[in-house]
């Protein structure tokens, strides 16, 4: 398994694209070692494996995971994530191929507040000010990539999200 791997193909953005899709990404990037096949991942999803099936192929075709080399049980061939983080290649953003990946990280901020926010794991913070996207970009990806200098291994894993739009009321 690979540290990192860089998302530079819309097919890849597209793979993402649907919830589904991300939780079974974020079930087999769990654990480096973590391998589940289809069955196993519709089981711990409470999906219907036949329409799990679907969603791993796609995952599968674009690169994100693989079969992995331990063989099948049965004939229930396990996956494992190719790499422990993905990142999106700047320019592809740029490009505004992702709507389909921010509304699976959409989708991914609500489920975890509908979890964590009771028990205070969760936070965020909203600031509207005149800036130019590209400013945006730049400021957000020297914040990732201070977040990924200070990673420290011995804490417990969270996601960081972060989005830049234009107010969606115009004053």
């Known amino acids: 398994m690979q540290e ?23 079930m087999l990037g769990q654990d480096g070692e973590w391998q589940l096949t289809n069955r196993e991942l519709a089981q711990r999803l409470g999906v219907d494996p036949g329409h799990l099936h679907f969603h791993v192929r796609m995952l599968l075709k674009a690169g994100l995971i693989e079969l992995a080399d ?57 600031l509207e000010l005149k800036l130019s996207m590209e400013q945006a970009l730049k400021l957000m990806t020297a914040f990732l990539d201070n977040a990924r200098d200070n990673e420290d291994e011995s804490a417990d894993k969270i996601v960081l999200t972060l989005f830049a739009h234009p107010p969606a009321v115009q004053d």
């Open 4 to 26: 990192t791997l860089i998302l530079d193909k819309p097919e890849q953005l597209k793979a993402l694209g649907h919830p589904l899709r991300v939780r079974v990404l974020e």
């Open 70 to 126: 331990s063989g099948g049980r049965g004939r229930e061939k396990p996956y494992r994530a190719v790499a422990k983080v993905f990142r999106v290649a700047p320019e592809l953003l740029a490009a505004g191929g992702a709507s389909d990946l921010q509304a699976a990280m959409i989708d991914q901020v609500q489920r975890a507040h509908t979890r964590y926010s009771e028990a205070g794991a969760f936070r965020g913070a909203q």
